[in-house]
């Protein structure tokens, strides 16, 4: 529904043009100052025979901003229907000579990722900074500038507005581009100093919605938990004033963060409460990409979950992980189909069953690591491909004996094929836990020969010895010198054993 406010002695022309169009009136309403309305983000103002479209903080539409037109019937009739998002039909209204037709023009390319050219760019550079840069930055351009080019853009554009409420709305759009970039210390001063100036409660709840996202980004282990609190404090303020204005959405993409900022917190119910909110907006509004993404958060929170201390929740990331599937198919989603199967195969090594049961669940789990593994290769994700490797190996070691293989033979293949990946020099810390694991899989392998044995022994303590110098983290260190003592206390055994 578009809500158009305009004045009292306006407001009947106005109705006169919408009623001009079958079925429009079911999609617009037209209030003056005077009615008691809840004014969403899809509205526009007339007065003073002007059209005004309101800076759109909400992110429903590109962030282009449109000057002030003359009223007119036609004007008004294509700028609804570019609210309504029926492109095709807006442009039904204005001919190339219309001065809202470059701006429509512009503003379609942006929303449906076609190419602005040469001439799209110059008339922006005549007539707005701040469309210029937005349309460098999230537009499709012949020559995209470089990172810093488009910062220096940016600021040219800041330089030259002339108010606060837009001035915040082009320094809102250069904030994602800091974001985007990982420059989250500069991204981070420069929300705390635009929330000190006199703007609308849209633009401050959309930089508590940028500010929470820093702070999160800035969050290491252990947590925080005063941060931890600031966060969901200002991420529920931002769910409030979202759904205060019918904007479901929105809510559910923060309500989605906000339960992992509540897990974070240890806090499972309102965890559980905020992501199955998200999922219940966006069910809602049918979006299934974001439906999708919503349920793959709550799988993996339950699945979180039951790994720390509350194994009933299993079968319930089971059944989220599964569901999500339906989204995530692998023809059209085979990354996140990867990412499902991966979860899903340790969930299945994992999960406590009888004696009797785990030949089945070892079934299951195999299946969703090939799964996993036919998407995520050597060559396309090589850091996914290493990831579920080393898992893969370390669930072989659990599983029940194989008629048709050796699980501990297996297991050391996807080990070494791991450990292709994760170098030294580039994943140190996951080398470590590769190693470590690795070294408990020849503990319980079988030695054909005592030179298969010798040979053994001295790559377990090349291997122990090479965790201590990747990393400095006391637990994993402490478990090399665990391993290298038994070692030690094996040469001490057997060279007792062979002096009697």
């Excluded at 512009?106 to 602005?116: A, D, K, N, V």
């Amino acid at each position: 529904m578009i809500t158009i406010l305009t004045t009292t002695d306006f407001k009947p022309e106005i109705e006169q043009v919408i009623s001009s169009i079958e079925r429009l009136e079911e999609l617009v309403v037209v209030v003056d100052k005077d009615d008691t309305i809840n004014l969403q983000n899809d509205f526009l103002i007339v007065q003073d025979h002007h059209i005004i479209l309101p800076l759109d903080w909400h992110d429903t539409m590109p962030p282009y901003v449109f000057p002030n037109f003359d009223f007119s019937e036609s004007r008004l009739l294509a700028l609804l229907f570019l609210k309504l998002k029926n492109h095709q039909k807006a442009f039904e209204f204005v001919s190339e000579e219309d001065q809202v037709y470059s701006h429509l023009l512009i503003t379609t390319h942006l929303q449906y990722g076609y190419e602005l050219s040469d001439d799209m760019l110059a008339f922006a550079e005549k007539t707005s900074k701040h469309n210029l840069a937005i349309m460098y930055h999230y537009g499709i351009v012949k020559n995209p500038l470089a990172f810093d080019a488009l910062k220096n853009l940016y600021n040219s554009a800041i330089d030259a507005v002339e108010n606060d409420e837009l001035r915040v709305y082009t320094e809102k759009h250069y904030l994602n581009l800091l974001h985007d970039g990982g420059q989250i210390d500069e991204a981070k001063h420069l929300v705390e100093s635009l929330k000190k100036k006199a703007i609308s409660d849209e633009a401050i709840n959309a930089l508590n919605v940028h500010l929470a996202s820093i702070y999160t980004e800035q969050l290491k282990i252990p947590y925080d938990n005063d941060k931890l609190d600031e966060i969901l404090s200002l991420q529920l303020k931002s769910i409030a004033f979202y759904e205060a204005q019918q904007l479901k959405v929105n809510a559910g993409l923060v309500l989605t963060d906000a339960a992992e900022i509540a897990n974070f917190k240890s806090d499972f119910i309102q965890s559980k409460e905020l992501i199955n909110k998200a999922i219940q907006y966006f069910r809602q509004e049918d979006i299934p990409e974001f439906l999708g993404e919503a349920g793959l958060k709550k799988a993996i929170l339950l699945y979180t979950w039951s790994k720390n201390g509350s194994p009933q929740y299993y079968k319930a990331a089971i059944a989220a992980f599964q569901d999500t599937l339906k989204v995530f198919k692998k023809d059209t989603y085979p990354k996140k189909f990867a990412d499902v199967h991966h979860h899903l195969a340790m969930i299945y090594s994992e999960i406590p069953v009888t004696p009797e049961e785990k030949p089945i669940w070892t079934a299951f789990s195999a299946s969703s690591f090939k799964n996993a593994l036919e998407i995520f290769t050597k060559e396309e994700y090589p850091y996914e491909f290493a990831m579920a490797s080393h898992n893969y190996a370390t669930a072989l070691m659990n599983f029940p004996p194989a008629k048709l293989h050796n699980n501990h033979d297996k297991a050391n293949d996807f080990f070494e094929n791991a450990l292709q990946i994760r170098t030294a020099k580039k994943y140190p810390t996951e080398r470590a836990l590769t190693l470590l694991n690795q070294l408990e899989l020849f503990w319980l392998t079988h030695n054909e020969n005592e030179d298969e044995e010798s040979k053994k022994f001295d790559e377990m303590v090349v291997k122990a010895n090479q965790v201590k110098t990747l990393v400095n983290d006391a637990e994993l260190i402490q478990q090399a010198n665990e391993q290298l003592n038994r070692l030690e206390a094996l040469k001490l055994q057997l060279e007792s054993t062979n002096n009697k």
